[in-house]
């Protein structure tokens, strides 16, 4: 049983520029979340999809963008990179959007230079 | 605002026990999560509480108290494998997962 897979593993990319990062949820479920993860903090909500909707989104800017595709997986998009969004990018997949057990994919690191 | 609080740093020794607790003020409780997380790797579930009292699962436990804003988690018998940041996350009114900024807890032999 495939558990949540996330593409790339790393990323390095300059101020401007724009992302996509990757994630396919484990199977049989069909919410993702996606989380940023700064060195020694705990993760922020991002955002959750749900039925190819973007059901909850926490405290970021529209430059945070995402999608989800009939698959289930997701994607998470960062336009205008700025130095601060160097961190760790998690996705979490979980049975229904109303949280129970979430399981993590690895991660995508970014870093901004 | 939103708050959850954890202690940055603990250390323990191999064998003993050690309580990383975790306060919490959010708008609205619908459960607590415990999470454990290596450097470098992703979260990987260790228990979940919604209802007050103790939750035991093999050498790790899990305690909550809704009136005090209050949960612990209790690991036995310490293993050098134990050593990881340990991340408490709140469900809140809008079902969002508030998470704590984790506590990095060293085994030392």
């Known amino acids: 049983d495939a558990g949540v897979t996330q593409s790339p593993t790393h990323l390095i990319k300059t101020r401007g520029q724009q992302v996509t990062l990757r994630c396919s949820p484990k199977s049989g479920h069909d919410t993702v979340s996606w989380y940023q993860q700064a060195l020694g903090q705990g993760p922020q909500f991002i955002f959750q999809?749900?039925?190819?909707?973007?059901?909850q989104r926490g405290n970021f800017p529209d430059r945070f963008s995402g999608h989800q595709f009939p698959n289930y997986s997701s994607e998470l998009n960062v336009n205008a990179l700025l130095l601060g969004d160097s961190a760790l990018y998690l996705c979490?997949?979980?049975?229904?959007?109303?949280?129970?057990?979430?399981?993590f994919g690895p991660g995508t690191r970014l870093t901004v230079l | 605002g939103q708050n959850i609080d954890q202690p940055t740093e603990m250390t323990a020794t191999e064998g003993a026990i050690v309580q990383i607790n975790c306060t919490y003020q959010?708008?609205?409780?619908?459960?607590l999560f415990w999470y454990q997380q290596h450097a470098g790797e992703a979260p990987t579930f260790l228990s979940y509480n919604v209802l007050d009292g103790l939750e035991e699962k093999g050498r790790f436990s899990s305690f909550l108290s809704r009136s005090k804003g209050y949960s612990y988690l209790l690991l036995k018998e310490l293993q050098m494998k134990d050593s990881a940041s340990y991340l408490c996350?709140?469900?809140?009114?809008?079902?969002?997962?508030?998470w704590g900024a984790g506590t990095k807890l060293i085994i030392k032999p």
């Open positions: 999809y749900y039925e190819e909707e973007e059901r």
């Open positions: 979490a997949s979980s049975l229904t959007p109303v949280y129970n057990e979430q399981f």
């Open positions: 996350a709140v469900i809140n009114s809008n079902y969002q997962l508030i």
């Open positions: 959010t708008s609205g409780f619908n459960g």
